[in-house]
């Protein structure tokens, strides 16, 4: 050992002299009155009511999608769907007219489009003329016929308008993009739609509905999570330690770790969104990990002559810098998300390890402080004995009997794990990200069966001198690029400012196909028809007012952002090929952007990962000072992460924004078992490995497999979340550390075995 | 002398000038962008000349082809088959389509091939003792949404009914101006010649 860890432990040991006599009052009125101050703001954190933070934020996209709203006005649209076995019927189409005209009046609603309100252009006696496309009045077989023939001309209408088995009617509704008038709005809607027609069959669904049930699902989830993890972790508190201040002391330590982090959070002017929800739950469990490793080690004293508080500070003394290494590697592990492109994953990378390192704060400010007012327990039987006694002498016997076996099993174990690896999709839906039991999922689920495409990829289409699309060459291979979009198997329609085109033409040429005109004159007139149209707003929604960006809106059926992003790809090489290299087909959108990031996933992924585990390892070695220990450290660590990602495989679990983080933040935790262990193997080595490991294991290995058992229930508490990513983290997280624990008490004591003689002695 | 030849003078002066200046002479009592919304094809006045109270469209349109047809349109729902003066609105109907014609011929003559916009005047004459429409091919000046005459072409004069006339520049005074009945036939007095 140098001068320096002499040096640093003399001061941790002046330090916990303070904590435990003159500074404790202090100490602990510190801590509260900075409880009180972050509760105040802990308890005010507001949630996000858009999706903003889940999607990348990049110059280049974000100034396309700026420039398409600013082009063509707010995207955001709610789908209603009408279900009637005779939706042809008045009486059907009354209750759809009367639908639209009360959403017509709804704050916050600009345009409702729907079969009764809907307009095609045909030629009249004077001239095109504008006329609605259902009759208004009519019944019978006649009635029906001429409505079907009606949608059958208006081929683009009657996509976005009604299912192909005529039962199901689509009311489109333009929402404000003011998000205050958008809330009231839905609610609204809401309302209307289930005290007024609560006995029709409708579906609602839309990008506006999906964010805000995604806010209340998020308060939601807050009221059930953080009291469903106090009670588990209580419970668990109360069974391993079997006294109030094993449960007391962890709690109080959990909620005022909580109350630091999300007060300072919400000073931040920070909302939380679907992942940083999850810091609570998070943190809860985090902060436990230290204070169960502080009181274990109070418990050791149990029996013990003398003055309690010298005894305290030796124990915590020796505890310290593991608590503090440990705290370190597990906020590295955090950290290293904050390299993500996800705003929401950065938040939850920054302010876990910040809750990280806070809750080591509190456990060292409040724990001894308090441990030293209790006088030392008597006995502690309960603790050395039991059923974990006689599984931790079986695992050691096992290790020191048959270290060859071990290891081979766990490579054959980890072989498997990699080949389930190849088998992730590297995928992201957001509409998927809700259970499928939620209103939302099956309302899209069927507006999606019954006319195909809720979710649209828009296209920005301009020359690249950017002089006006308004020549017959540039509309016909538009035209040919817009029918080869529409046969893509993947693509339920398309529809652009060519529609409008090509009704204008049949209505002024009185044909009966829909056709673009054969001329560039008659182009032009057409276009100076539409400069002169009284709809100008609607207009503005398909092309720019210089008529030199147009926009492609491609209605996709449901797939996720992997086919998504081939489909992309797919369209800009048919655009290449259509349009050749005068045109310019920029991509962009709500939907785009969340595709965008997935394919930045698993770079993302991959760069935390090896950040998370350089800075881990780094940790490790100023620790121990040994190569050799550390490339023993990394096999228990690695090997949980395989299994863990071919699980995901085998259960065609995809890699999403959740699952994403599951690498980076495992990668932390697990480590601090390997550091407690191996800081317990060199103290107990004597030249004996097989002893070393026997001791280690049967004392060290309980603290660990309670610290595991807290982390596994206490992140399995998130499996009560309403986002399936969240889900995911929390059980596959869990079982991580779970596999984790087994192969810090199987692979490492047999690697120290076969291999680490000597390292017990080099650096204790 | 000097008196008589300064008169002769003038006289000539007055005969050389275009006629749109002698237009000017024109007192607007009332005008408006038609349609109301933009974007605007044309201008609606409504003046008094000498005794005379004209109502005059100015139109000025890339699809003035469209613009006739919506006037034919409102001509159809105004009168009806059972009113008076039906007769010679179906006349003024035939004449709008001819003159439009008339005006789309000649454009293609001209030089400014990139200018796409046809222009038509129409007049509804309301004198002592004649009744009157015509149709001119202008050629316009525009200052905001102003237009004046810089010339017209005189393309055909068309002789109606006094009842058609006056009731029609009552029809298009409430439509082009945005006015009730009793705010037109007030804008109209005094009626030449009375009706």
Redesign the interface.
Known sequence: MTESPQKSSKTIEILLLWLTGKGRKWSLFGVLAATLFFAYFALQVPIESSNVSMVSHTRELQGNYDSFRKIFGNDEVLLLAITHPDLLEPESLQTIKQITQELTGIEGVTRVLSLTNAEQLVAG????ELVPLIPEQGAGKTYQNSITKSLEQNPVLEQLLISQDLKTSIVIIDLTGNIDQQGRGLAAIEKLLSSDYSDKNWHLTGIPLQKLTVSRLIQRDQQVVIPFSTLVLGSLLLLVFRRFSGLLLPLAVMAISLCWTVGIYTLCGLSLNTITALLPPVIMVLSVSTTVHLYNGWLQLAGKPGNPKPLIVEEFRELFLPCLFTAITTALGLVSLTVSSIPAVKLFGAFSALGVMLAFSVNMLMVPALLSYMPLPKTHRRYDTGRLSAVLQTTARLTVNHPRLVLTLALLLALAGLSGLTHINNNTDLIRFVKPTEKIFKDTMFIERAVGGVNSLEFMLTRRDRSTLTRLEDLTRIDKLQDAINDLHKVAGSYSLLSVIKQLNRAETNQEQLSLPDNNESL??LF??L??S?N?KQLRKLVSPEFTTLRINVRIKAIGSADTASLVTRIEQLAKRELGNDYELRPTGDFYQVVVDSNRLVSNVVQSFCLSLSMVLMAIYVLFRSFKLLAMALIPNLVPLAWTGGLMGYLHIDLSTGTAMIAAVVIGLTVDSTIHYLARFQREYQGDSKEAVTITTTATGRALSISALVLFLGFSVGGLSSFLPTIYFSLLTGVTMLGALVCDLLILPASLILFGTKEGSTSG | MIRILAVCFFCLLVATLPSGVQASADSVIWRASI?A?P?H?GEVRLIRRDSALVMQTILN???L??VI??I??KELRAWPEDREGWVDSRRYSDELYRAYDAVRTNAKDREDKGD?HLRLMIEFVLEERHNFVTFYAPTLTKRGEQYSVQEKKLLKKLNTSRAYLYNNLGEIARDSFQIDEKEALKLMQPIPGGF
């Open positions: 006696d004077f001239g095109i032009l007139y100076d028809l400069e002169t009284p100008q | 349609p919304e974007p094809q349109s890339k699809v082809k469209h047809a919506a034919q349109k796409r």
